[in-house]
T-cell receptor, first 116, second 114 residues
C-alpha cells in the first residue's frame, strides 16, 4: 500500500464504548497529525507527533488519547465519547514537523465516527 | 493570529467553464505558504497547488492556478475547463514557514453541472 491509510473507515459507537482509530503512513515521514472535521467547521488540529514525540496538543479533551509507537503508526484511543464528537477524523503525515516551502501534509481518507 | 477565510459556502459552475474560489488570509509573519486542497465525498484531502509568500509568479498546476494578490492577502483558486469530477469541497490553508501547523478555511462546496 502507498500513502496514508486509516482504519476503520466508518465507526459507530456508544458513549460508554472504548475504540481506537488507526493510521499508518508508508511515506517515510517523521511527523504525523490528527485532525477533527465537523460539519460546516474548519479542520481542527488535535495532536501532532514528531519522531514519535507529541509536540502539540490543542486543548483536546482527555477522552481522546493519542499514541504513536513508531513514526509509521498513529492511534487515537476513544473513551466515553459524547455525541458532539461525531465527525470525520483525518490523519496526516509530513516529512518533518518544521517545514518550509511547498512541503505539504498528506492525508488519509479519514474515519467517519458516529457517537450514539 | 493566523486566519483563513473562505466566504463562499457553495458554488455552481457549468461543465467546461472556469470558476474562481475565493480565499483571504491574515498573518503578520512575512514567510508563509498557501495551499489548496480538494476533498471529494470519499473524505481524503488531496493537495492541489502551493504558493509561497515570496513567489513572484502565480502558481499553476495543470487546470489549477492560484491568483495570489499579496497586498490584498488573497489567494484565490482558479479552475479552468471544469469537469464533473471537480465536484467536491475545496479548502484553502496557510502554513507559517518553519512550523508545520496548517490553518484551514471552512471550505467551499463546488458543484459542476453537466
Amino acid at each position: 500500500e502507498t500513502g496514508v491509510t486509516q482504519t476503520p473507515r466508518h465507526l459507530v459507537m456508544g458513549m460508554t464504548n472504548k475504540k481506537s482509530l488507526k493510521c499508518e503512513q508508508h511515506l517515510g515521514h517523521n511527523a504525523m497529525y490528527w485532525y477533527k472535521q465537523s460539519a460546516k467547521k474548519p479542520l481542527e488540529l488535535m495532536f501532532v507527533y514528531s519522531l514519535e514525540e507529541r509536540v502539540e496538543n490543542n486543548s483536546v479533551p482527555s477522552r481522546f488519547s493519542p499514541e504513536c509507537p513508531n513514526s509509521s503508526h498513529l492511534f487515537l484511543h476513544l473513551h466515553t465519547l459524547q455525541p458532539e464528537d461525531s465527525a470525520l477524523y483525518l490523519c496526516a503525515s509530513s516529512q518533518d514537523f518544521r517545514a518550509a516551502g511547498g512541503e505539504t501534509q498528506y492525508f488519509g481518507p479519514g474515519t467517519r465516527l458516529l457517537v450514539l | 493570529a493566523q486566519k483563513i477565510t473562505q466566504t463562499q459556502p457553495g458554488m455552481f459552475v457549468q461543465e467546461k467553464e472556469a470558476v474562481t474560489l475565493d480565499c483571504t488570509y491574515d498573518t503578520s509573519d512575512p514567510s508563509y505558504g498557501l495551499f489548496w486542497y480538494k476533498q471529494p465525498s470519499s473524505g481524503e484531502m488531496i493537495f492541489l497547488i502551493y504558493q509561497g509568500s515570496y513567489d513572484q509568479q502565480n502558481a499553476t498546476e495543470g487546470r489549477y492556478s492560484l491568483n495570489f494578490q499579496k497586498a490584498r492577502k488573497s489567494a484565490n483558486l482558479v479552475i479552468s475547463a471544469s469537469q464533473l469530477g471537480d465536484s467536491a469541497m475545496y479548502f484553502c490553508a496557510m502554513r507559517v514557514d518553519n512550523f508545520n501547523k496548517f490553518y484551514f478555511g471552512s471550505g467551499t462546496k463546488l458543484n459542476v453541472k453537466p
